[in-house]
């Protein structure tokens, strides 16, 4: 299966704190994407990282990539009450046209 | 914005009856793809499809059906509605990488 799986389930931090969450899978990937799901909404695309990148930024994420391992990790920096959603991470076997395959999500709680 | 358009946004029906949930592409995308949010089986894969035709297949139900048309709108018509039906709704287009760009969804809930 291409679905990712996110560590942890939950996380809860203090504004101004940094957020780690991790991703792993079990295919190869040509692209591993990542997504944030305020409660109720829809999906927002946050950042994609290809499979030839180890590391990519983007604002007050940064996300890694290890191919090896098969993981990822994001990072929010400066963590903020408004980054409160839920984090899915999506491997993608190819660079388009596939389905995306989400996990349960890490469910990130910022406290102000 | 994600620029994908999804109606209804909320939907209350009683078991048993048939519903279509519509959803408008971003302009220029092909790809369709349809997805079921539960609380007990989190965010499934359903449909998709691309420039009208079938392309892949989930967890969808015989009871449920899609489909995509020529100006790239597409349905997702459910029947034969049980309780366990109730869930969000979502619509995504496909990116030039891959990506996906999601609608607000449609809430479904079976009474």
């Known amino acids: 299966s291409q679905q990712g799986e996110e560590d942890p389930q939950a996380l809860s931090i203090q504004e101004g704190e940094n957020a780690t969450m991790n991703c792993s899978y079990k295919t190869s990937i040509n692209n591993l994407q990542w997504y944030r799901q305020n409660s109720g909404r829809g999906l927002v695309h946050l950042i994609l990282i290809r499979s030839n990148e180890r590391e990519k930024h983007s604002g007050r994420l940064r996300v890694t990539l290890d191919t090896s391992k098969k993981s990822s990790s994001l990072l929010i920096t400066a963590s903020r009450a408004a980054d409160t959603a839920s984090y899915f991470c999506?491997?993608?076997?190819?660079?388009?046209?596939?389905?995306?395959?989400f996990g349960k999500g890490t469910r990130l709680s910022v406290i102000a | 914005d994600s620029g994908v358009t999804q109606t209804p946004k909320h939907l209350i029906t009683a078991t048993g009856q048939r519903v279509t949930l519509r959803c408008s592409p971003r302009?220029?995308?092909?790809?369709v793809y349809w997805y079921q949010q539960s609380l007990d089986q989190g965010l499934q894969f359903l449909i998709q499809y691309y420039n009208g035709e079938e392309r892949a297949k989930g967890n969808i139900l015989e009871r449920f059906s899609a489909q995509q048309f020529p100006d790239l709108h597409s349905e997702l018509n459910l029947s034969s509605l049980e309780l366990g039906d109730s869930a969000l709704y979502f619509c995504?287009?496909?990116?030039?990488?891959?990506?996906?760009?999601f609608g607000e969804g449609s809430r479904l809930t079976v009474l």
């Open positions: 995504a287009t496909g990116g030039s990488h891959g990506e996906l760009f």
């Open positions: 999506a491997p993608s076997p190819n660079s388009g046209n596939t389905p995306l395959v």
């Open positions: 302009s220029g995308d092909l790809s």
